[in-house]
């Protein structure tokens, strides 16, 4: 019996900004995944995606060769772009309300959704995983699932960068049984991806405590 080994088709909702930016670089030459279709913004729609980036890549690699020539599709055309993909990265630059909405239209259309957003963070029947420590939390697909409607779709989503970043140090100490866990942060100056060139008046200005992040965690 033959065996398949096609790589999966990747949409990215997003493309064109920080967040969709990375994804891209880290999906070059990936062994399991391809690229093929990227999407925007109604002012990036029918450009290149070079075009539509212009100088704005922010990546420390060039960008590959294997998506400049890409045409950057409307991110709201959802059954145009999820024709095309077998699931999609999801990294767009909406309102909550908005990034709720649309990734439970791309959801509808049976395509997988992986978000990098916060909106479905607080969604109860949205896993929010990092696999190595809580794949079992994927179980709850099934009750979004039948919320949904839908038999092959569904959204899950990462946690924010803080959370990732220490919980599997404790998921080690689990055994150990400690009573209380003091964990410290320190952010970068912008999620969105600013530099202190494009943010000049962040340069010497100290924000010791960013509301909401507690909560988070």
Same mark, same amino acid.
Do not use: C
């Given at each position: 019996m033959a065996i398949k080994n096609e790589k999966l088709k990747v949409g990215i909702l997003g493309a064109t900004?920080?967040?969709?930016?990375?994804?891209?670089?880290?999906?070059?030459?990936?062994?399991?995944f391809e690229v093929t279709t990227l999407a925007a913004s109604e002012r990036s729609a029918g450009k290149t995606y070079e075009e539509a980036v212009g100088n704005r890549w922010k990546m420390d690699t060039p960008m590959p060769n294997g998506v400049k020539r890409l045409r950057?599709?409307?991110?709201?055309?959802?059954e145009l772009v999820a024709s095309s993909v077998d699931f999609v990265f999801s990294?767009?630059?909406m309102t909550k309300d908005e990034?709720?909405?649309? #990734?439970? %239209?791309?959801?509808?259309?049976?395509?997988?959704?992986?978000?990098?957003? !916060?909106?479905?963070?607080? =969604?109860k029947d949205v896993p929010m995983v990092v696999p190595e420590i809580n794949d079992d939390h994927f179980e709850i697909i099934k009750a979004q699932r039948e919320r949904l409607g839908i038999t092959k779709g569904f959204i899950a989503v990462k946690p924010n960068c803080s959370i990732q970043s220490y919980t599997p140090a404790l998921a080690?100490?689990? #055994?150990? %049984?400690?009573?209380?866990?003091?964990?410290?942060?320190?952010?970068?100056? !912008?999620?969105?991806?600013? =530099?202190?060139?494009?943010?000049?008046?962040?340069?010497?200005?100290?924000?010791?405590?960013?509301?909401?992040?507690?909560e988070k965690s």
């Open positions: 900004g920080m967040v969709g930016q990375r994804f891209i670089a880290l999906l070059e030459n990936h062994p399991w950057v599709l409307n991110v709201a055309d959802v990294a767009v630059d990034i709720k909405r649309i #990734e439970e %239209e791309y959801a509808k259309t049976e395509t997988p959704v992986v978000s990098n957003n !916060s909106a479905h963070r607080w =969604t080690a100490w689990k #055994e150990f %049984e400690p009573t209380e866990v003091v964990a410290t942060t320190y952010q970068a100056i !912008s999620g969105a991806g600013k =530099t202190f060139k494009e943010w000049p008046e962040m340069i010497g200005n100290i924000i010791p405590f960013i509301g909401g992040e507690e």
